[in-house]
């Protein structure tokens, strides 16, 4: 196996132009948000120009605070899983086995000849019927890596087509086998033509299902073979073993902002299919290694995953003037970011600090990630706040890094 202990090797902050009393403010501020109430406890690390700088722990494991956050806690990352699956797709790319411009009938016979909902009032307020008419052409693979398909989320819209689909990825993973997933997405309508209006939505998962038919393997197994053994991700998996799952973070019994009771999916218990949308667990570390390699150009060190050309096509954004934008919509974070494939892009001034050409995504359950190629910086930030308040911690975590960058 290729040496994979050179790149993320500890250095001062001062040896890569970062302060490392401004990095203490992080702590800081994780802290007081601990004692507010607002979260269990967090993981955030740091590395720039490939090297780690920051890699600590607040808080505790879980709310009854017996535990001390350890640095190696493992976090359901959920909508982080993500950008991994669209690596998987984007090693088949390479190899010449798919094309963003095939057909997702190519690979999974069952998601052709699709209908479109009419969304007139009635299937807009929830009753329906539903009317429908044929679809303009087929989803493409493209229109799944930049959720542009028309599948969409069953749990984000009130609408008579949105009761036909499962409210998320950790839903259909917990609740339905691969084929009874297929099933359900055949059914159901689209809510709009594809590449038309960019939804966040079940695309993510259909090319896990695509990376299996084409491998022959579980996505699981794909990822690992492929993808975690070769960059030494070796706490990322979509069921954490029995004698680890200890070191799995939990959130607060309610939200804080709001009372509502929540809950994070207990990742040691199997899915019924490896939901490449969101089924995944890792550490903060782990990930960060992930990260470094697409900032790297597809490379951790000598352990080459995708090709600089690969990488760069897959944080180009994509959003062309005639798709509809709605990524401000799902997070108001993200004024200013277009999307690539899997990834939202940084194409304009942002309520945020950071660069042009940032990319970055999150997960519902408190996670966070992004890579700055211009400042050659990349952040993970770990933390189970299921809540809206997650919304909080972006904008936090993101002034308080480039805060520190002083060189």
Known sequence: MTDTGTPLSRVEPEAVG???????????????AVEAGQLPG?????????QLVFHEAVGYLGPDRSTPMPRDALFAIASMTKPI??????MLWEEGRLGL??????????????RVAVLNERVRSGPGPIETMPADRSITVLDLMRHTSGLTYGGRGTTAVHALYPASSNAAGATLTTAEFLQRLAAAPLLYQPSTVWDYGLSIDVIGLIVEALSGQTLGAFLED??????????????????QAPRLARCLPNDPD???????????????????GGGLASTA???????????????????????????????????????????????PNSDGYGFGLTVAVRSQASTLMGSPGEFYWNGAYGTLWWADPVEDLAVVFMAQVPGLQRRRFRPIVNALVYQALIG
């Open 18 to 32: 970062m302060s490392s009393a401004r990095l203490g403010r992080i702590v800081t501020a994780l802290n007081t």
């Open 285 to 331: 570390l782990d990930y960060l290694r992930f990260a470094q390699m697409l900032l790297a150009g597809g490379a951790l060190g000598d352990t080459r995953i995708l090709g600089r050309k690969t990488v760069e096509a897959m944080r180009t954004d994509r959003m062309t003037p005639d798709i509809e934008n709605h990524i401000a919509a799902l997070d």
């Open 85 to 90: 699956t669209g690596v998987a797709g984007l």
């Open 101 to 114: 411009a095939d057909p997702v009938e190519r690979f999974l016979p069952a998601l052709g000849n699709r």
């Open 42 to 50: 967090a993981v955030i690390a740091i590395a720039r120009h490939g």
């Open 226 to 243: 492929r993808l975690f053994r070769p960059l030494g991700m070796t706490d990322t998996s979509f069921q954490v073993a029995p004698d």
């Open 258 to 276: 709001t009372g509502e009771a929540q809950s994070v999916p207990d990742r040691a218990q199997a899915l019924r299919f490896e939901c490449g």
